[in-house]
């Protein structure tokens, strides 16, 4: 007895010392936060300039129609709709076929384009596509070719089968990852040339939120599609085979935009330059715009810090987004009960959340957005963690699925914002935007390919609890780079 009644106090005593531990690391990580978040603005470029705040909300609301927003817009929705037919879709199909979860990690290495595009994106800079050059112009010359290029790397993978040939579901997902990393390097670089620097907030915050609803439409209208085709008989792999036929055909909404874009005045001149007397070949000029790039990003003070917080700020995220569909399908939800869900209120948290960023990006400092963007996505991730001891909780993972885009969107506006202020050189938009984003696109792809082998070893509570904790190397190299007084270098460091 006497044992008995000592065991509870002992076990109190330990749980006492651990919580203790636990908050004095706690409040020590809270107080970086806390002190980078409230550091006073490195310079007056770091505060909210008055040019920049529109004269009244129906002047900020009147941008969102322009025509170069516009474009924007229907540019970001092409470039998020190969983001979930080789992500969430692509695990649910496989899921469904019985491929087993280690080799669903894997399938994080399709992503490797996106990490690695970074070697041909000197080519947008360098080099003209025959014909289409002179008829479009250099940007979206390149838009029209690798977008033509999409819609048929989709078509090939919408008639693979992952039950017997995953190899081949890998190859054809290899081809669309390229075709859309590719995309992504020339979208940027347009985005960027084309804009006004007072429009650059909305531009973002449009390509942001039609990135994520075209995400969201090739995830849970895609799973929605292939309910809504199984419902009438269809076979699940017929059912998924010509629910990417469908995906794939929306790659027309990019083309139309690319139609209807007007050339940024640097490519006019990038072409005057590359056919005048005394020019460079195009293998010249590859050579070149590739080691300017480099040599111009690395002269940078603390370059290796800039790399490593580029590489880390969207880590967590990624490491969630990686198996999230997979945990959700596991616990016990359906395919049509996840859709609904991101089809409903995801839908709308993913609109509010850029548009919300595009409001921070305007209203607060970039360090500061960096700082709210950060810790909000970062947030988000926890009640998935929840969500693993509730089980089958619809109402919980409304919730969690509702905060994770909210903050995803709002944390990648955010993100965007510091990556545009990175690339101050015109010459090198293309190729130095393309190193920063296959740098981030590193925690999707080499670092979440492990994310299966790692969740089985801890369980799903402890994935997302590790997930949540990969977020601490940044926001230390955030407050570093803040108190060295990096933000001094952008120059203007609104978007």
């Known amino acids: 007895m006497i044992f008995i009644r000592k065991l509870p106090q002992a076990a109190d005593r330990s749980l006492g010392c651990w919580v203790a531990r636990s908050s004095r690391a706690t409040t020590g990580f809270l107080r970086i936060c806390y002190q980078g978040f409230m550091a006073v603005p490195d310079t007056a470029s770091e505060t909210s300039p008055a040019a920049d705040t529109p004269s009244s909300w129906r002047d900020g609301l009147l941008v969102y129609m322009q025509r170069r927003i516009l474009v924007v817009l229907l540019l970001g929705f092409s470039a998020g709709l190969p983001f979930s037919l080789t992500g969430q879709t692509l695990q649910a199909w496989m899921t469904e076929s019985g491929v087993d979860i280690k080799t669903i990690g894997l399938f994080a290495f399709v992503g ?21 050059t002179r008829w479009l112009g250099r940007r979206r010359a390149w838009l029209l070719l690798t977008q033509i ?27 669309v990852t390229t075709a859309s990393a590719t995309q992504d390097i020339i979208i940027d670089a347009f985005r960027i040339e084309s804009l ?3 429009e650059q907030a909305a531009g973002m915050a449009s390509y942001v939120a039609a990135y994520r609803i075209a995400a969201l439409v090739s995830g849970a209208g895609a799973l929605l599609l292939v309910s809504a085709f199984t419902s009438r008989g269809v076979v699940p792999q017929m059912a998924y085979s010509a629910t990417y036929v469908v995906m794939g055909l929306l790659i027309v909404l990019g083309v139309l935009a690319t139609l209807l874009a007007v050339e940024p005045e640097s490519s006019v001149q990038a072409i005057k ?5 005394g020019h460079d070949d195009a293998g010249q000029r590859l050579i070149k715009v590739a080691i300017a790039s480099i040599k111009d990003f690395l ?4 370059a290796i810090a800039i790399i490593l917080f580029v590489v880390l700020f969207k880590l967590a995220d990624a490491l969630a987004v990686a198996m999230n569909t997979t945990f959700v399908l596991k616990i016990g939800f359906s395919r049509v009960e996840l859709a609904a869900i991101l089809k409903g209120v995801g839908f709308a948290a993913a609109l509010l959340g850029g548009f919300a960023g595009g409001f921070v990006a305007r209203s607060f400092s970039l360090s500061k957005i960096l700082w709210i963007g950060g810790i909000l996505q970062t ?5 998935f963690s929840w969500q693993a001891i509730v089980g089958h909780d619809l109402a919980w993972l409304t919730f969690a699925i509702t905060a994770e885009q909210f903050t995803a969107g709002l944390g990648t506006v955010a993100f965007m914002a510091y990556l545009s202020a990175l690339c101050g050189n015109p010459l090198h938009t293309a190729t130095q935007y393309a190193l920063l984003t296959a740098l981030m696109a590193l925690g999707r792809t080499v670092f979440a390919a492990g994310s299966g082998y790692m969740a089985e070893a801890t369980g799903w509570f402890g994935y997302f609890l590790l997930c949540a904790a990969s977020a601490i190397p940044s926001f230390v190299l955030l407050a570093y780079l803040q108190r060295r007084g990096h933000f001094k270098t952008l120059g203007t460091a609104k978007p």
């Open 196 to 198: 006004k620097e007072n």
């Open 112 to 132: 490797t384009p996106y990490w690695t595009k970074v070697f041909w994106s000197p080519a947008v800079d360098a080099i003209d596509i025959p014909v289409l």
């Open 379 to 383: 947030i988000a991730i926890l009640p």
């Open 299 to 302: 002269s940078r003070d603390a």
């Open 149 to 175: 290029m999409l819609l048929a790397a989709i078509i090939v993978l919408a008639y693979c089968d992952p039950q017997h040939a995953a190899f081949g579901v890998a190859i054809a997902a290899l081809l």
């Open 273 to 277: 330059a590359h056919a005048g007397p």
